[in-house]
């Protein structure tokens, strides 16, 4: 949250002087990410995403996908609610998880019904 606040009220300086791809000295045109690295535009070519947080972006990617499906058996969660001990902490376990968000469930983003 405080980062966010920063983001609005406060400049954000670039002092990079290496390509975080290559090593070698920034020149233009030069490409900088709010996530502080900095690329030459030849090292970065046409991908309009830091390298170094691709990967992280497509793990996450595959989390949510991963949750999205299991939130579509139905039949499982409520067969896991009906033979467990603790429904409670079935249910926290499905809703830590995500898989009661509207996103995953397959709601619209307007949030209506």
């Known amino acids: 949250l405080k ?3 920063q983001l609005q009220t406060a400049p954000k300086i ?5 390509c975080a791809s290559s090593g070698f ?3 233009l045109p ?6 502080g690295n900095s690329y030459n535009m030849d ?3 046409l991908d309009q995403m830091c390298p170094k947080l691709r990967e992280k972006k497509e793990q ?8 999205s499906n299991k939130s579509g058996q139905h039949e499982k969660f409520v067969q896991e609610l009906e033979s467990s001990s603790d429904g409670f902490a079935t249910v926290a376990t499905y809703f830590g ?3 009661f968000e509207p996103r995953a469930l397959g709601a619209s ?3 209506g019904k």
């Open 97 to 99: 998880n995500g898989l």
């Open 43 to 45: 090292s970065l070519g």
């Open 30 to 35: 030069s490409v900088h990410f709010m996530n």
């Open 3 to 5: 980062q966010i606040e």
């Open 60 to 67: 996450a990617e595959t989390i949510l996908e991963n949750l």
């Open 14 to 18: 670039f002092s990079n002087r290496k």
């Open 25 to 27: 000295d920034l020149e």
């Open 109 to 111: 983003s307007s949030g």
